[in-house]
């Protein structure tokens, strides 16, 4: 078995490059959307739980309630904690799933939390632009409640040409993002400022001993304020699952230098002004704007909340991609929208899923208030996972002591714990929604695991050794014909079932061979030396296999050109790939899946991207031979 040496480095993960401050400024309009939008709907949600809310106790302690849990969950857990821990420079659950659960050994059940904690996030990434968006446009009640009908028709309207243009990619405006965001922050801190200036001793809340004062002496209210207060942290994720796009010094940077510092301050304000004797009724946000700048402000607010939608839409293209990589989703179809960067892509059923999820909540829910019931749940559920799979990090692969790995992952556990029971309060209220769609979700992955397993043990039942098929061969007079054959399969020996039914059916096989198995590590990036083995099983029969990571794009014929290399003799201009079609139908002997299992997979097998596409090969030199597989 040998090597590729000289495979183009451009299959191989690019780092970000460029200088340190432009990289987080584009952070700012990638990573920071969702958590930096937050402050449009936490404070006032968080005072509405509260009994008396404009109660000097309740807004310190309520301020200190979430300042400290920006601190111990987004801070130290996330940037100096989990930010260290990556799967070859890739962050997220994936990927900390991938490295824990595949990458080191197998184990199901890292494996199983890891993809319910993805599926979770399709969950809340459904609701983030709803309430988001809701959020921004319910400013206009400020101004004038004659708006306020039409709050919800422009929100939906905004929402669908958010999701129309996803085909278009977002290349072309996505160099404003970070500007953009770089202005909401700052617009953020200096209204934070001017509540500030109003009442100087909110800053008292500063003291942890505020938030521990409410929580201890309000019993369930308490209990029930943290589900709210968890809304200042939910795209706390976002900032781990794109470390792989800047790096995690972009990201660090732009989290201590801008961001939180500008929500610090612009929750400082909010709870400022309401001890100054604000109402809380309505957006207390919005009322830390002078009236002159209120239209402007309506204007930047909605449009860093479209910038944060985006954000969590092209999340989960990529989140979808690495799923279906790692063989967990049925191969959809993935547009490239720009040349600029890999993450640049466009996955139109998720997109159109999400779009009328999205709208449906907008239109159901009618009001950010009422959304924010139904969010913050999956995340929480998410970020429970995560510390689980920190605490295993911490040991296997920072070596840390289970004494002191176990101290600081119990830290994280019972805050989570505390949220994610908070949460759980919420369901009745809407909070069903984004478990529902995260349990579908995982059912689609599951079935989809289950089915694609079975067909690849039926193909391991009846392989033909390579010299035995080779005499066979020889023994009927086969004729052979001029020119290569490649035949990818999933088998990892003998003789590729394709190649059998190719034989059986045409009765001619070509004279050069050539086998290739594709797989997916539990990798994000596959270094060029490692790329693709070979080796000459027979004369002129060549068995390869190819290796990608779950963040490439798979390449088939850019791949064989290469070989040559590798003393593999391959004439480009005269091949023809063959690909093999199965079409499941249940097994008679009754030891296959559960019919419903194997019925759903067989709908999901139909609608799957080719092959052939989905390996970027030349439609025009393509055979396809199909055959029944009962699984």
């Not at 990556?86 to 490295?99: F, R």
């Not at 632009?129 to 039409?150: C, D, F, H, K, R």
């Not at 770089?182 to 001017?194: D, H, K």
């Not at 394709?498 to 539990?522: D, I, P, T």
Request: aromatic share 10%; hydrophobic share 50%.
């Amino acid at each position: 078995m040998s090597e590729d040496p000289t495979l183009s480095s451009g299959d191989a993960r690019q780092t970000p490059r460029g200088k340190l401050p432009v990289l987080a400024l584009s952070a700012l309009g990638i990573v920071f959307g969702d958590i930096g939008t937050s402050p449009l709907y936490t404070f006032k949600t968080v005072l509405g739980t509260a009994e008396v809310p404009s109660d000097a106790a309740t807004v310190l302690g309520a301020l200190s309630l979430v300042l400290w849990t920006l601190f111990i969950i987004t801070t130290v857990k996330y940037v100096s904690f989990a930010m260290r821990v990556d799967n070859d420079g890739e962050g997220g659950i994936l990927a900390l799933m991938a490295l824990l659960g595949v990458k080191k050994q197998h184990r199901p059940t890292i494996v199983a939390v890891g993809l319910f904690g993805a599926a979770l996030i399709y969950g809340d990434g459904a609701i983030t632009p709803a309430i988001s968006v809701l959020s921004a446009l319910e400013g206009l009640n400020m101004t004038t409640p004659a708006l306020q009908p039409y709050v919800v028709p422009a929100a939906v309207a905004i929402l669908i040409a958010l999701f129309a243009i996803q085909s278009k990619g977002t290349a072309a405006i996505g160099h404003f993002f970070g500007p953009v965001m770089l202005i909401w922050f700052a617009a953020m801190a200096a209204m934070g400022i001017s509540g500030i200036v109003q009442h100087p001793t909110v800053l008292a809340a500063l003291n942890p001993t505020y938030g521990l004062s409410y929580l201890l002496s309000h019993g369930a209210t308490g209990f029930l304020v943290l589900g709210a207060v968890f809304l200042c942290v939910t795209g706390a994720e976002a900032l781990y699952a794109d470390m792989g796009h800047f790096g995690s010094r972009p990201i660090k940077l732009a989290w201590f230098a801008i961001v939180f510092p500008s929500l610090i301050l612009n929750y400082a304000g909010q709870a400022a002004l309401v001890l100054e004797g604000a109402p809380t009724d309505g957006n207390i946000f919005f009322r830390l704007c002078p009236p002159i700048l209120l239209i402007p402000l309506i204007v930047l607010a909605t449009v860093a909340t479209i910038i944060a939608s985006q954000s969590i839409i092209t999340g989960a293209f990529s989140m979808t991609r690495q799923a279906i990589q790692l063989g967990w989703l049925p191969r959809l179809l993935i547009k490239q929208t720009s040349s600029e960067g890999y993450g640049q892509i466009y996955v139109g059923v998720v997109n159109w899923l999400l779009m009328i999820v999205t709208v449906g909540l907008t239109i159901a829910f009618g009001k950010s208030d009422n959304l924010a019931a139904a969010y913050g749940i999956a995340v929480s559920l998410t970020m429970l996972m995560t510390s689980a799979l920190l605490f295993i990090a911490m040991r296997e692969i920072w070596g840390w002591s289970i004494l002191a790995a176990g101290a600081v992952a119990a830290c994280f556990l019972i805050v989570d714990s505390a949220f994610f029971l908070a949460n759980l309060t919420k369901i009745a209220e809407g909070g069903y929604v984004p478990l529902m769609l995260a349990i579908t979700v995982y059912g689609v992955m599951w079935i989809w695991h289950r089915g694609a397993a079975a067909i690849s043990i039926r193909m391991h039942e009846a392989l033909i050794p390579v010299p035995e098929f080779m005499a066979r061969i020889a023994a009927a007079n086969v004729p052979r014909v001029p020119g290569t054959a490649v035949f990818l399969t999933r088998t990892e020996r003998d003789t590729p079932p394709v190649m059998v039914w190719h034989v059986r059916h045409n009765r001619a096989l070509h004279e050069h061979l050539f086998v290739l198995r594709v797989e997916v590590q539990s990798v994000p990036w596959v270094s060029s030396r490692n790329r693709m083995g070979i080796e000459e099983v027979a004369p002129n029969f060549w068995r390869a296999e190819a290796r990608f990571g779950f963040m490439e794009r798979p390449h088939i014929p850019e791949l064989l050109a290469t070989s040559k290399s590798l003393g593999c003799t391959i004439d480009l201009n005269d091949v023809t790939y063959y690909v093999g079609h199965e079409t499941v139908v249940g097994r008679e002997d009754g030891l296959g899946l559960p019919a419903w299992q194997e019925r759903f997979f067989a709908v999901m097998e139909r609608n799957a991207v080719h092959v052939s596409d989905f390996f970027s090969l030349p439609s025009d030199q393509v055979v396809e031979i199909g055959r029944q597989v009962s699984i």
